[in-house]
């Protein structure tokens, strides 16, 4: 089942303005990572926060988590047109077997026009 | 350049015909996984492996097998048991197993039915 979805499912800014995506997830998780994604390709890892983090920084990112509300955000700042790309949220949480896999969002396409 | 090369890029199957989608690594990574997107969804995991031997399914594997012979190699073939296989196949590793480690992924692989 999915754990995370984003919010929300697609967003045009102008170039140079802020993007921030929203991702809340159901049940307590370990780790939080955010992947980009451009149009036919594959996923590129950008961040983790772990979930006794609140805030994370890298670059023109900046990543918040919210554990008492199950939700984290992606904020990127300056955007660019090289920014279009899909944006997943991604979580990881203690279970039977220890550390279970990654569980994917639904995505925010995010377009950043010119 | 290390990387994960996944191949063909486009693939087309027959009905009732099983394919094979290749998925190499160059990056000495012990964890690989096979990963399913549907448009407008995010990525379901079919199967993935913790080490050479060894794989376990994931939440969607029926009508797909695996084989892990190679470190390097993962290949992931689609049954004529799998009713719905057009998708964008998605092939990642990990430097092991633990969920929290940022996954590298090829450039996909699309199947179509004729």
């Known amino acids: 089942s999915q754990q995370g979805e984003e919010d929300p499912q697609a967003l045009s800014i102008q170039e140079g303005e802020n993007a921030t995506m929203n991702c809340s997830y159901k049940?307590?998780?370990?780790?939080l990572q955010w992947y980009r994604q451009n149009s036919g390709r594959g996923l590129v890892h950008l961040i983790l926060?772990?979930?006794?983090?609140r805030e994370k920084h890298s670059g023109r990112l900046r990543v918040t988590l919210d554990t008492s509300k199950k939700s984290s955000s992606l904020l990127i700042t300056a955007s660019r047109a090289a920014d279009t790309a899909s944006y997943f949220c991604a979580t990881d949480a203690w279970g039977n077997f220890g550390n279970e896999k990654l569980t994917f969002g639904t995505g925010t396409r995010l377009t950043i026009i010119p | 350049d290390g990387g994960i090369t996944q191949s063909p890029k486009y693939l087309f199957r027959k009905e009732g015909q099983n394919v094979t989608l290749s998925c190499e690594q160059n990056?000495?990574?012990?964890?690989m996984y096979w990963y399913r997107q549907d448009p407008g969804q995010g990525l379901r995991l079919i199967y993935y492996?913790?080490?050479?031997?060894?794989?376990q399914k994931g939440d969607i594997a029926e009508g797909y097998s695996v084989s892990r012979e190679k470190k390097e190699s993962f290949p992931l073939t689609v049954t004529s048991a799998q009713k719905n296989p057009t998708a964008f196949y998605l092939c990642?590793?990990?430097?092991?197993?633990?969920?929290?480690?940022?996954?590298?992924f090829g450039d996909g692989t699309r199947l179509s039915i004729l």
């Open positions: 492996s913790q080490i050479v031997n060894d794989f």
């Open positions: 990056l000495n990574h012990d964890a």
């Open positions: 926060i772990r979930s006794n983090e």
């Open positions: 990642a590793s990990s430097m092991d197993a633990r969920a929290w480690q940022p996954q590298h």
């Open positions: 049940t307590s998780i370990n780790n």
